[in-house]
Nanobody
Framework: VQLVESGGGLVQPGGSLRLSCVVS????????MSWYRQAPGKERELVAS????????NYADSVKGRFTIFRDNAKNTVYLQMNRLKPEDTAVYFC?????WGRGTQVTVSS
């Protein structure tokens, strides 16, 4: 099983990034997918989740209205569109499903 994130980087406050997570090794379309993040010195927190069909999502209060999670089951890929980024969004972002985790991608929001 592999979950491989990409799309992180350095962005100015107010900017946007789109993270991707490509999954292999299990039936992607059958499972909930989630994005978590962990900032330095803080616990890992759930950012957003999406059900298997893509028809239901939930978000942390801190990102509602700014982030959108979506998935393409034909491509075994889940995405996190992040708009109006803030310095407090700086963290390593992880893709997760079942008991599996990706290695993470760094997002840094700074001027």
């Amino acid at each position: 099983v592999q979950l491989v994130e990409s799309g992180g980087g350095l962005v100015q406050p107010g900017g946007s990034l789109r993270l991707s997570c490509v999954v292999s090794g299990f039936t992607f379309s059958s499972y909930i997918m989630s994005w978590y993040r962990q900032a330095p010195g803080k616990e890992r927190e759930l950012v957003a989740s999406i059900i298997s069909t893509g028809g239901g999502t939930n978000y942390a209060d801190s990102v509602k209205g700014r982030f959108t999670i979506f998935r393409d089951n034909a491509k075994n890929t889940v995405y996190l569109q992040m708009n109006r980024l803030k310095p407090e969004d700086t963290a390593v972002y992880f893709c997760q499903s079942r008991t599996y985790w990706g290695r993470g991608t760094q997002v840094t929001v700074s001027s």
